[in-house]
T-cell receptor
Framework: AQSVTQLDSQVPVFEEAPVELRCNYS??????LFWYVQYPNQGLQLLLK??????LVESINGFEAEFNKSQTSFHLRKPSVHISDTAEYFC??????????????FGSGTRLSIRP | EAQVTQNPRYLITVTGKKLTVTCSQN?????MSWYRQDPGLGLRQIYY???????DKGDVPEGYKVSRKEKRNFPLILESPSPNQTSLYFC????????????FGPGTRLTVT
């Protein structure tokens, strides 16, 4: 069965500093990876996805994640964070994102707190 | 506006008193799902539905029921709530060709005393 591990439950950083949120997944023949973001008092929103093709994927607000098959990782990075990035970030994995029979497994989440 | 709505947003109840949390989406999505979110455990799927009258168990279905009589609605029923069901609950839906692209409701915080 698929599984995903987020190594850090909390990551505090200063505003404008770079950040990396770590995510590792269990190996599988085919894997599809996602990052979701949950802003305070809201539901989750899809931030970015890796389905195939380029191993580096980007979001519209400056985050990027790189699929690394050899290290079974999908770490999320941003070169310079803003106060508005304060949120909880969830890594997720699926074995088949186009099938309703497939499941998405979520990690335990990493709470990103930005200090001014 | 495309959205998933849940009601109520907050609920405090007592052990054994039946309750229903409603979920509705206006995007004509076939797939809907319920999750519970607990600290340190992330999101765990309770039940999901691939279409009207088609539901199936997720990872933690014990103590919950669901129904899908209409495409837009997917209520979560707790017949006899217990304190270990105190949690934050999310309903989500997704389009048929992008099951990974889940649209989440705002959440329902349930406390069972």
């Amino acid at each position: 069965a698929q599984s995903v591990t987020q190594l850090d439950s909390q990551v505090p950083v200063f505003e404008e500093a770079p950040v990396e949120l770590r995510c590792n997944y269990s190996s599988s023949v085919s894997v599809y990876l996602f990052w979701y973001v949950q802003y305070p008092n809201q539901g989750l929103q899809l931030l970015l996805k890796y389905l195939s093709g380029s191993t580096l994927v980007e979001s519209i607000n400056g985050f990027e994640a790189e699929f690394n098959k050899s290290q079974t990782s999908f770490h999320l990075r941003k070169p310079s964070v803003h106060i508005s990035d304060t949120a909880e970030y969830f890594c997720a994995v699926s074995d088949g994102p186009y099938s309703s029979a497939s499941k998405i497994i979520f990690g335990s989440g990493t709470r990103l707190s930005i200090r001014p | 506006e495309a959205q998933v709505t849940q009601n109520p947003r907050y609920l405090i109840t007592v052990t054994g008193k039946k309750l229903t949390v409603t979920c509705s989406q206006n995007m004509n999505h076939e797939y809907m799902s319920w999750y519970r979110q607990d600290p340190g455990l992330g999101l765990r799927q309770i039940y999901y539905s691939m279409n009207v009258e088609v539901t199936d168990k997720g990872d933690v279905p014990e103590g919950y029921k669901v129904s899908r009589k209409e495409k837009r609605n997917f209520p979560l029923i707790l017949e006899s709530p217990s304190p270990n069901q105190t949690s934050l609950y999310f309903c989500a839906s997704s389009p048929p060709d992008k099951y990974y692209e889940q649209y989440f409701g705002p959440g329902t915080r349930l406390t069972v005393t």
